[in-house]
C-alpha cells in the first residue's frame, strides 16, 4: 500500500521558516516524481512546487519562486520543502502528493497523496 505521511507544520510568524517532510513508501519514492500542493480555507487546492523522480528537475508555483525549495533524498525516501520569508497568505494545508507521469503542476496528474498538515502563518 502506497502512503505518504507529511509532517514539520506549524504555527509561525511572518518572516519566519518551516521545512515540511514527507515520507513515502519505500518503491514509490525513487520512481515517482512528486509534488506539494496546498489548500487554504475556502480556496481550492493549488500547485506549490515539484520535482522529478532524479531530483534534477523542480518547478515552482510563482507566488513561491525565491522562498521555498523543494528537494527530496531517495535513500531517506522522504521528500522536503523548505519554506523562507513566510507570509500570512501562505496559511494553508501542505499536501505531498506522488505521480507516475512527468513533473507537473496540475493535481490531476499526481495518483498519490498524503494527509496534509498544517501551516498557519500570523502577522
Known amino acids: 500500500q502506497v502512503q505518504l505521511v507529511e509532517s514539520g507544520g506549524g504555527l509561525v510568524q511572518a518572516g519566519d521558516s518551516l521545512r515540511l517532510s514527507c515520507v513515502t513508501s519505500?518503491?514509490?519514492?525513487?520512481?515517482?516524481?512528486m509534488g506539494w500542493f496546498r489548500q487554504a480555507p475556502g480556496k481550492e487546492r493549488e500547485f506549490v512546487a515539484a520535482i522529478s523522480s532524479s531530483g534534477i528537475t523542480t518547478k515552482y508555483a510563482d507566488s513561491v519562486k525565491g522562498r521555498f525549495t523543494i528537494s527530496r533524498d531517495n535513500n531517506k525516501n522522504t521528500l522536503y520543502l523548505q519554506m523562507n520569508r513566510l507570509q500570512p497568505g501562505d496559511t494553508a494545508v501542505y499536501y505531498c502528493?506522488?505521480?507516475?507521469?512527468?513533473?507537473?503542476?496540475?493535481?490531476?496528474?499526481?495518483?498519490?497523496w498524503g494527509q496534509g498538515t498544517q501551516v498557519t502563518v500570523s502577522s
Open positions: 519505500g518503491s514509490l519514492s525513487s520512481r515517482y516524481a
Open positions: 502528493a506522488a505521480s507516475k507521469g512527468a513533473t507537473s503542476w496540475r493535481s490531476y496528474d499526481y495518483d498519490y
